[in-house]
């Protein structure tokens, strides 16, 4: 999940003393959408309520149980570069000193099994070493079970502190084209501004990066072949074998439509506040070593834990002048990631349009759900959060007049 809602499963954590959190789903690929039509509210009940009116076989029931469950898992940490919900790691036992890297760089390292478990051992360290850096496989191997790549990876691992951040992100690789590993590309702005491969020294690659360095760099040292199959493509092929027919297609839009939304009022005037998340712990809260970190009874600031260095926007995406005013704060704030968050959707467009939308941004849009509203003390729309020191200000913006 993106930092933003790590933080805010950091605060429930820290009230509710456990340490798991509930994975925010936002559909990296059209494929994945399908899969979540049928079974998006998996972790609230069993099955959708459309089952019940058009039943699938057991057959097609437990495949679409496994996409919406490996999709789920993998959207978890795909894109965000946070391993702590891919791994099933405590998000209160990161480290606190997580910064950006040198210069402000996000580093992304592109990996593979192929490459052995002691290379990725040492790539793991170095990404461990930079809060802002990531190591991403394209898939999981081919023929493994998803639970089973990730107790293989989470026993990689085990003991390093900080746990590096560990995505599976096949867009990446195409990004950069290339399906040689290791590759390194370093990021400003979003944007890709040198890579290599052969090589996985982020303290190299920054210097030759601050020294003027720009675009392909070639190969530094030897590569090879990832071998993971694209786990886009893989899901694809499975969602493709359960032959859902047209009528289930049309129950799953009739789902969208009943689909529940935290509909909050519309800002009509500039508001700033500011609170202090601080929180008391009613339970003991440890790290992935089992060390108590923050015993109950004590109040702890999740801004301590983990620096909140992404910044929300939350808009009605079913109010035109909403997603007007939200496509221009997008494009005016580049100093940092943006999390696009939907209090609203529009239900007549359906699944078309929300993905029409979210294409539009070229970002996942996620949907509002309460634990964050309250967290955040969400209360009118469009709204800016950021953090600021050891508080979170949320800044409400109302469209133009007119629009």
């Keep these: 999940m993106p930092r933003a809602a790590t933080l805010a499963a950091t605060l429930l954590i820290a009230s509710a003393g456990v340490s798991a959190s509930d994975a925010v789903l936002d559909g990296i690929d059209a494929i994945v959408e399908q899969a979540q039509r049928i079974e998006k509210q998996a972790e609230q009940a069993p099955y959708p309520a459309w089952l019940e009116g058009a039943p699938l076989t057991p057959a097609q029931r437990e495949g679409v149980e496994s996409i919406a469950r490996d999709a789920a898992r993998i959207e978890g940490s795909a894109r965000t570069g946070?391993?702590?919900?891919?791994?099933?790691?405590?998000?209160?036992?990161?480290?606190?000193?997580?910064?950006?890297?040198?210069?402000?760089?996000?580093?992304?390292?592109l990996v593979s099994w192929a490459l052995g478990e002691e290379a990725l051992r040492e790539i793991a360290a170095?990404?461990?070493?930079?809060?802002?850096?990531?190591?991403?496989?394209?898939?999981?191997?081919?023929?493994?079970r998803f639970r089973d790549a990730i107790k293989r990876l989470h026993a990689l691992l085990a003991g390093?502190?900080?746990?590096?951040?560990?995505?599976?992100?096949?867009?990446?690789?195409?990004?950069?084209?290339?399906?040689?590993?290791?590759?390194?590309?370093?990021?400003?702005?979003?944007?890709?501004?040198?890579?290599?491969?052969?090589?996985?020294?982020?303290?190299?690659?920054?210097?030759?990066?601050?020294a003027g360095a720009r675009g392909d760099l070639g190969a530094i040292g030897p590569t090879v072949t990832a071998t993971e199959p694209n786990l886009i493509e893989v899901l694809k092929q499975r969602l493709a074998s359960l032959d859902l027919t047209a009528s289930q297609q049309r129950a799953a839009e009739r789902y969208w439509g009943k689909l529940r939304?935290?509909?909050?009022?519309?800002?009509?005037?500039?508001?700033?506040?500011?609170?202090?998340?601080?929180?008391?712990?009613t339970a003991d809260i440890k790290n992935a070593r089992g060390n108590v970190i923050a015993p109950a009874g004590s109040r702890i600031n999740p801004l301590d834990l983990m620096p909140f260095h992404?910044?929300?926007l939350v808009f009605d995406a079913s109010r035109p002048e909403q997603v007007a005013l939200a496509r221009e704060l997008a494009a005016r704030y580049r100093d940092r990631r943006l999390v696009l968050i939907a209090s609203g959707l529009?239900?007549?467009?359906?699944?078309?349009?929300?993905?029409?939308?979210?294409?539009?941004?070229?970002?996942?849009?996620?949907?509002?759900?309460?634990?964050?509203?309250?967290?955040?003390?969400?209360?009118?729309?469009?709204a800016l959060i950021d953090a600021e020191g050891r508080d979170i200000v949320v800044r409400e913006i109302p469209p133009p007049a007119g629009e």
């Excluded at 590993?181 to 210097?207: D, F, K, S």
Aim: no cysteine.
């Design 310 to 312: 992404e910044r929300l």
């Design 82 to 109: 946070d391993a702590a919900e891919m791994l099933g790691v405590d998000p209160a036992g990161e480290a606190s000193g997580a910064a950006s890297t040198a210069s402000g760089y996000r580093v992304e390292i």
């Design 160 to 210: 390093l502190d900080p746990v590096p951040a560990v995505t599976i992100d096949p867009p990446r690789f195409e990004r950069l084209g290339t399906d040689e590993v290791p590759a390194i590309a370093v990021y400003a702005g979003g944007e890709p501004i040198a890579q290599a491969r052969g090589t996985y020294g982020i303290r190299h690659m920054l210097a030759r990066v601050r």
């Design 261 to 281: 939304y935290l509909e909050l009022p519309q800002a009509t005037e500039p508001r700033s506040r500011r609170f202090d998340p601080s929180l008391m712990v």
């Design 346 to 382: 529009d239900r007549a467009a359906g699944w078309d349009g929300f993905k029409q939308m979210q294409d539009g941004f070229r970002a996942p849009v996620y949907l509002l759900n309460e634990p964050i509203r309250a967290r955040f003390h969400i209360e009118r729309v469009p």
């Design 126 to 144: 170095e990404v461990s070493s930079y809060p802002n850096a990531v190591m991403i496989f394209r898939g999981i191997p081919e023929g493994q």
